[in-house]
């Protein structure tokens, strides 16, 4: 199995930046595609950002000028670079990772956004 582990998250004024990693651990050979959801507090749980092995990478439009997916293959390690975060940006964050046609979950990591 692989098990992907967030870190990073943690309160931060509003216009201010985060970053999360989302590293993977266990059977971590040949892993491809890797994201990111969110679920904020009474709201469904929201796609953020996809990334291929090969490193293209897209987003849920509301995130597209603010947010920066990234990827380590060397590491196994996902990257969610959060700017001018807003209070609707509070949320438990998880990443996934996919191998062999198989999506794995992380336990996720809490952002809150507020003053």
């Known amino acids: 199995q692989v098990q992907p582990v967030e870190s990073g998250g943690g309160l931060v004024q509003p216009g201010g930046s985060l970053r999360l990693s989302c590293a993977a651990s266990?059977?971590?050979?040949?892993?491809?595609?890797m994201g990111w959801y969110r679920q904020a507090p009474g709201k469904q749980r929201e796609w953020v950002a996809h990334i291929t092995n090969s490193g293209y990478a897209n987003y849920a439009e509301s995130m597209k000028a603010r947010f920066t997916i990234s990827r380590d293959n060397g590491k196994n390690t996902l990257y969610l670079q959060m700017n001018s975060l807003k209070p609707e940006d509070t949320g438990l964050y998880y990443c996934?990772?996919?191998?062999?046609?198989?999506?794995?979950w992380g336990q996720g990591t809490q952002v809150t956004v507020d003053s």
């Open positions: 266990g059977s971590i050979r040949d892993i491809y595609d």
């Open positions: 996934y990772v996919e191998k062999a046609y198989t999506r794995y």
